[in-house]
């Protein structure tokens, strides 16, 4: 089997130009011209891994006409994470920019990422040509590449890193073509249901407006609750000083419009993210077809551009339905960072009660808590995510009486960020370094919290972290270690279960963070439970290397999403 092949489109034309490379990056042949880049793929079974650019300009391509590529190298995306790892995120990625460092030349800045295409199965196209990068250039890169990931700190880790990375791509962009089972009709009701009738003009819907009026007669005012500074006047001028209009803010005050302010609040978010305009731009043909972006933050988690696909409310969830005949086997890995935490820790104490499929926190509380397991609960996540005040202290100290490595390994990550140095994950992404201000979102610097997750968790903005704030940086690497590695296993974890399920009709269709989504003909759940069972193993031991850590799932299989919790 010929181990690797370089191939570029042509600028124009359905054309390609393809050459074998050596296990350094060099070419191994002749460059060859193809007129039809899907047959020149097609025609070449035999190549274990095909080398490009990138997969968002190829594999669309290729999967439109039926062809799937089991492994590739995502040029640009390895650009990416080697920026990373030599402590220069935030420079051009693209493979233009890698070759004009290479050869002293203008360094062009990459593209603008453009608004998503709702509904379009070519979304993941570039919005406008990326800058040209002659196919002798594109083998320079990789060429290059191969040796700064010979320099790296574990080579052989980055190389599993650029590795999974590129396999969460093919993931990425199969999974928009499969795209989630979705329900128009039923979405349509649980509006109704939710909302009442829509007004013309595009104003609010009838249930919005009723609590909108609810909240203003409480207030003796005319209020727009879903303006955050005119509520905080109205309450100022009943005599009551909020600081923000959030619901743990609110809830603490009794008062008779707070009851109808959360209820519009709540509806209101479903209203703007999933209503009505919603469903008319993203839903086609029986599905829903998010664009995600692997590596989308910096410590690797996955973001989607536009469609709100991994903030979708529990309550609309009732509208993704299997197709008739399928069902949706919808996996949730349990508890996650603590299981990674003990694997890159190698605490002896934590591993073993890692070692087993069962609650880990119960375990947890037996060992160090007195069986108290919320306790142990609050001190773990406490340590991962630098929660350490107050109660969350004292339960700190006991974990480290009786995991003293894994909570080193966190206070030794915090330390490094506090002294304004890099972290790592166990496979080598690599953190950014601390920001002026100015620069947090040209860094990648996390700006957007996830739904129920604890201060300073991935993808939520760390305060002081961009400006230089000693404390947050150490939050925020305390977590970027943990979660990050947690985000490293899940890529392994994407590849293994999509290798296991080629010869199956099921489709991967969904997936954020510790959670997946396939969608599968009834008589094949049974397989792909198990299939998303080995695949969490698996991930584990290419990962983390031989410990006693389990990496089990929660399965259920359900016709309709929101059944599965």
Not at 38 to 59: C, F, G, H, I, L
Not at 261 to 273: F, P, S, T
Not at 528 to 543: H, K, L, M, P, Q
């Amino acid at each position: 089997m010929n181990e690797r092949w370089a191939l570029a489109p042509e600028a124009e034309g359905d054309g390609a130009r393809l050459v074998p490379l050596r296990p350094d990056g060099t070419p191994a042949g002749d460059v060859r011209y193809e007129p039809d880049l899907v047959a020149a793929v097609r025609s070449r079974p035999d190549v274990a891994r095909w080398v490009w650019r990138s997969t968002a300009e190829v594999y669309p391509r290729l999967l439109a006409a039926g062809v799937r590529v089991e492994r590739c190298y995502d040029v640009e995306d390895a650009e990416l994470l080697l920026l990373g790892h030599e402590g220069r995120l935030g420079e051009p990625r693209s493979a233009a920019a890698a070759l004009a460092r290479l050869r002293n030349a203008p360094v062009p800045p990459d593209p603008p990422l453009r608004a998503a295409e709702p509904g379009s199965q070519d979304s993941l196209f570039e919005p406008q040509p990326a800058a040209p990068v002659p196919f002798e250039g594109l083998l320079e890169v990789y060429a290059d590449q191969q040796r700064r990931h010979d320099a790296a700190e574990h080579p052989g880790r980055m190389r599993l890193l650029t590795a999974a990375e590129s396999a969460g791509m093919l993931v990425a962009a199969e999974m928009h073509r499969s795209g989630l089972p979705w329900r128009a009709d039923v979405h349509r009701e649980l509006l109704r249901e939710l909302l009442g009738e829509r007004y013309a003009g595009g104003g609010e819907p009838r249930r919005l407006a009723e609590l909108a009026d609810e909240v203003s007669a409480a207030l003796g005012r005319r209020v727009r609750p879903d303006l955050p500074a005119d509520v905080i006047r109205a309450f100022a001028a009943a005599g009551i000083r909020l600081k923000s209009t959030r619901r743990w803010e609110l809830a603490e005050i009794d008062h008779p419009a707070v009851e109808p302010l959360l209820a519009y609040k709540k509806l209101y978010r479903i209203w703007v993210a999933h209503g009505w305009s919603w469903l008319q731009d993203w839903v086609r043909d029986g599905r829903f077809r998010p664009e995600y972006l692997p590596g989308g933050t910096v410590s690797g988690r996955w973001t989607t551009n536009g469609g709100g696909a991994l903030q979708i409310p529990k309550v609309i969830r009732q509208a993704v339905v299997a197709d008739e005949g399928w069902r949706l086997v919808v996996a949730d890995a349990d508890q996650m960072e603590p299981r990674v935490l003990a694997a890159i820790s190698r605490d002896p104490g934590l591993m073993e009660v890692a070692g087993h499929d069962d609650d880990l926190y119960a375990r947890l509380s037996d060992r160090a808590f007195s069986g108290d397991r919320d306790h142990a609960k609050i001190a773990l996540l406490g340590a991962i995510y630098g929660q350490t005040s107050g109660d969350g202290l004292k339960n700190l100290a006991a974990l480290r009486r009786r995991f003293p490595r894994a909570v080193a390994y966190v206070d030794d990550a915090a330390k490094a960020g506090e002294e304004g140095r890099l972290v790592r994950t166990w496979l080598g992404r690599t953190s950014p370094r601390a920001a002026g201000a100015g620069d947090a979102e040209e860094a990648g610097i996390p700006q957007e919290g996830g739904e129920g997750e604890p201060a300073g968790g991935d993808g939520a903005f760390v305060p002081g972290y961009a400006s230089g704030d000693a404390r947050a940086r150490g939050r925020f690497t305390r977590n970027f270690v943990v979660q990050g590695s947690a985000a490293d296993w899940a890529l392994l974890m994407l590849a293994a279960l999509r290798r296991a399920t080629a010869g199956m009709r099921a489709e991967l269709v969904f997936f954020q963070h510790d959670e997946v989504i396939v969608h599968c003909p009834a008589e094949e759940a049974g397989a792909v439970t198990e299939a998303i069972r080995a695949a969490g193993e698996e991930a584990g031991r290419i990962a983390f290397g031989k410990t006693p850590v389990r990496f089990p799932f929660t399965t259920a299989t359900v016709e309709r999403y929101s059944d599965a919790k």
